[in-house]
């Protein structure tokens, strides 16, 4: 059974920092792309943070660059999201995401809520 369970979501005021958490089981980690994305009220999905298979590459949103770090445990079969000095306009429900390198076959997990509020 395939499972991405997030973890870590909370309320934090702005310039706080919070570590998002996904644990997956149930498929063949290390041969997936990882990704967290996320999704604010009233607005589309978009895409936070990218780490390869590997570890060995990241990518990251405009919007997130220099605060937020992503990074995978192969071991561990998880993959985290260190994000500093948080706004306001990071709020949103983050969402774990695995892409297997050759099958192209995405999983999801359920979500996990930012709030940054004062």
């Known amino acids: 059974q395939v499972q991405l369970v997030e973890s870590g979501g909370g309320l934090v005021q702005p310039g706080g920092s919070l570590r998002l958490s996904c644990a997956a089981s149930?498929?063949?980690?290390?041969?997936?792309?990882m990704r967290w994305y996320r999704q604010a009220l009233g607005k589309e999905r978009e895409l936070v943070a990218t780490?390869?298979?590997?570890?060995?590459?990241?990518t990251y949103a405009d919007s997130v660059k220099g605060r937020f770090t992503i990074s995978r445990d192969n071991a561990k079969n998880t993959v985290s999201l260190q994000m500093n000095s948080l706004k306001p306009e990071d709020t949103a429900v983050y969402y774990c995401?695995?892409?297997?390198?050759?099958?192209?076959?995405?999983?999801w997990g359920k979500g996990t809520l930012v709030t940054v509020s004062s």
């Open positions: 149930g498929f063949t980690f290390n041969n997936r792309v």
């Open positions: 995401n695995a892409v297997g390198v050759y099958s192209g076959v995405a999983y």
């Open positions: 780490i390869t298979s590997a570890g060995d590459r990241t």
